[in-house]
């Protein structure tokens, strides 16, 4: 019985598990010919998007569409009740948009969240962005098209 009291008590002082924090934005071109996902594309890497819809830039086949991967970081499993909303825009235009309304994180205190952006190949550029409660992150990636 006191055994069990000492590890309440423990608990209690330790305090709640340190918050969620938004992680790495990832960008990865879905490969039409092997339907493969590229490497990551996202900045700081040096990619050229000219013209993926027919294998152009750094593409290494024909590519339209965009997936991104949005990576959420705790310390070990939990369940968190805390909105996240990724959203791509091109200008004004929302061209995709998802709302995940509470996450799990796995053992290690990941979750990876995904957003996929039809038809992205010829948009021009593409403004990534995340709000995890109070917390924001942008990314931003050039596809643009041309003769």
């Not at 996902?37 to 830039?57: M, R």
């Amino acid at each position: 019985m006191l055994t069990a009291l000492a590890a309440i008590a423990a608990a209690a002082t330790q305090g709640p598990a340190p918050a969620a924090t938004l992680g790495d934005i990832r960008m990865h071109l879905f490969y039409q010919e092997t339907g493969r996902l590229s490497p990551d594309i996202s900045p700081p890497t040096e990619f050229v998007g000219w013209n993926t819809i027919i294998a152009g830039g750094s593409a290494e086949e024909s590519a339209d569409d965009l997936v991104v991967v949005v990576e959420v970081r705790a310390q070990g499993e939990q369940f968190i009740q805390r909105p996240l909303t990724v959203t791509a825009r091109a200008g004004r235009r929302v061209l995709a948009q998802r709302r995940f309304n509470s996450l799990r994180t796995s053992d290690q205190g990941r979750v990876y969240l995904p957003l996929w952006i039809k038809d992205a190949g010829c948009v021009g550029l593409i403004r990534v962005e995340v709000t995890f409660g109070r917390e924001r992150k942008s990314e931003s990636l050039n596809l643009p098209c041309g003769e």
